[in-house]
């Protein structure tokens, strides 16, 4: 590796493809040498996603030189791989503000440029999202080629192999998939199909990759492969050989996760997506965090409850690392079950545990679950199986944007009945949301963020919640009352004092604590209900449907977030933008308050036993219906 001092004699040159479709063909692996050199220092300095750009790297060269970009659609699945293509299609200015806010996204995005043939961010879309596109092309008079990159892992979804089948039954059809099978998801790859792409490359060195081979041709398409994906002059020979053909094709690329960068392709799972590191040294441990994240918390719990009660098995849709899965895997591997991309398939298993004895908890991050709603209700929620939920990265989470935010799941679960729903305020909450969960004879799911528990974890072990039970945390002598859902409440108990405003953890969003809401509407002028999800059919709504069916007036203000996708920056700036720190829910309070009319039949004395029972850390509920008629 060279210092980014040493000129680019090559990648300065290329501002568009056009640039490098100029280049002879032998310029092209210096132009991938300086493209890598580039890239290692961009991202170890701003971070991102790491080692799958560098071994789809030659591959992307090869790409942009042989079609005729961005005429011709390169449909890249993910876009987590697509760091060396945006250097070169006219980006390379602005990669330093990759994942910040306003800059370029880490995935891709048509309004970002016209070389993002197909905006992504969730994995396995891409043969789909290039079929649709050669269908349409075939009816157009100016056709062009649509180029699906697939890797081995997002391979594993159930999406791809729809768009194959139905493009195998169309044999002229000009498309060509190229599984670019590194063996490796974010962990290792799973299932016997990524077993059949090893045999395949372990085979080629013997001269037959027999069974992918047949696999792929069952389903209509013609095979090439496998071939050495970082070999840019075999790349180049081969894709131009396959544009000769008018037919469904796929070309099985090998390659390799961190390509030339040693520790990289050594531990490709740590390089996957990094924080800024110095490339000299590489990834070291981030210095002591002062505390652990929802995440971590939600891994232990698994362990230690898995200890005690059997019937737990966890499951994961190739998420192992990213939902703190890592020690549970290890402790328990005849209890694990990565699944692979395939969020669906993941659910519906769950609900086949379910159904003979187990308590499955599904692990899966908020915009994933997107994937598999119909599983969770067709499969889950009507069969009123105890199927736990754990969903992770819930809200805003920063630098992945708009696709990877868990904006609506509060939305979306809610509606489904007989499932219950829960957003923890801390590590504890969390800790006794999943113990309820286990222990209910139903669907639950417990919804948590993406950062630290705001509170060390308490000594004591997990307790149960009484379902459909609120906590009233603080009882201000103000007009306002706060109903927080999850971890906006620590904003709101900040403010709180400054309003003297009463404070509520609702903690369920399903059963609502109707009671609690009632009881805050009679005392108070007006009601605000805090919640880090979409305020489309969110926890307020429900407040808002409380009210309206029990017929009582109140001013109600819903702060949530808005019906528009935010951006990436950090979790801090997307909070701010969607005004739910702490400034942004003082000025909306202080901004609706003076329309609120000063109700004298208000009462502001709260009983004592509905503080006490906070202290036991019990539910108030039944204690505040006996106090609200
Ligand atoms: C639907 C969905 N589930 C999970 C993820 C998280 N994810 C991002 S990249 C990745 C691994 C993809 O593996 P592969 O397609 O082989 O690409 P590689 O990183 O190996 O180049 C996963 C699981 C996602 N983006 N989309």
Redesign the pocket.
Known sequence: MKTQAASNRLLDCIHVPADLRRLREDELQPLADELRDYLIETVARGGG?F??GL??LELTVALHYVFDTPRDALVW??G??TYPHKALTGRRERMHTLRKRDGLSGFLRREESPYDAFG?????TSVSAALGMAVAGRRSDRPVRSVAI??????T?GLPYEALQQAGAMPDLDLLVIV???????SE?VGSLSQALNRATAQDRAGDPVDVQDWFEALGFEYTGPCDGHDIGVLVSTLRELNQRRCPRVLHVR?Q?GHGYARAEAE?IKY?GVTSFDPQVGVVPSANRSLPTYTDVFGQWLCDAANVDARLLAVT???RE?SGLVQFARQFPDRYFDVG?A?QHCVTFAAGLACRGARPVVAI?S??LQ?AYDQLVHDVALQDLPVVFAIDRAGLVGPDGA??NGALDLSFLRCVPGIVVMAPSDGNELRNMLETGLLHDGPTAVRYPRCAIPAPLSECPPQPIPLGSAELRRFGSGRVAILAFGTLLGNALEIASELDATVVNMRFVKPLDESMVLEMARRHDLLVTLEENSLAGGAGSAVHECLMRRNVQVPLLQLGLPDRFIEHGTRDEALREAGLDCDGIRQAVAARLPQVARTGARVHAMPTTISSSRRAGGATRAVVAQKAD
């Open positions: 996603h080692a799958a071994g789809a699945d993910v987590h791989q992504a961010g969730h994995s396995s697939i890797g081995d892992g997002a391979l979804a670019n099978d590194n063996g490796m998801s974010i790859n390659t996760k490709p996957h849709p190739a998420m990213g991309i969020e991050y915009t994933f994937r696709t990877h």
